[in-house]
């Protein structure tokens, strides 16, 4: 079982960048495809980006193809997501989230097993 601690959200202008952070604890977070998801008020989660367990494979949706890059340090049990040129609809809040490599890429919130809490995001214009 792995936990999941989301930090980094913030209240950005438009235009601006943040970088988020999920910090996992317990075993095995190398062996982790990890995900990041959003949540607007209103709205269904949506998917963001992936990253495999290895770090060698990404994957975005397309809100996030060319403004965001998702990483990760294993040695750290970290995954982080950076995102630039964030626009008022960005506002959200992100949670990451860790499964097992089962179909790549996992873009659905089935795929998941373990989720964090999530951490607030908000762009104003």
């Known amino acids: 079982q792995v936990q999941l601690v989301e930090s980094g959200g913030d209240l950005v202008q438009a235009g601006g960048s943040l970088r988020l952070s999920c910090a996992a604890s317990g075993r095995s977070f190398s062996s982790y495809n990890m995900g990041w998801f959003r949540q607007a008020p209103g709205k269904e989660r949506e998917f963001v980006a992936v990253i495999s367990a290895s770090g060698g494979n990404t994957y975005y949706g397309d809100s996030a193809k060319g403004r965001f890059s998702v990483s990760r340090v294993n040695a750290k049990n970290t995954v982080y997501l950076q995102m630039n040129s964030l626009k008022p609809e960005d506002t959200a809040a992100y949670y990451c989230?860790?499964?097992?490599?089962?179909?790549?890429?996992?873009?659905?919130?089935?795929?998941?097993?373990?989720w964090g809490q999530g951490t607030q995001v908000t762009v104003s214009s």
């Open positions: 989230a860790a499964t097992f490599p089962r179909r790549w890429p996992e873009r659905s919130n089935n795929d998941y097993l373990y």
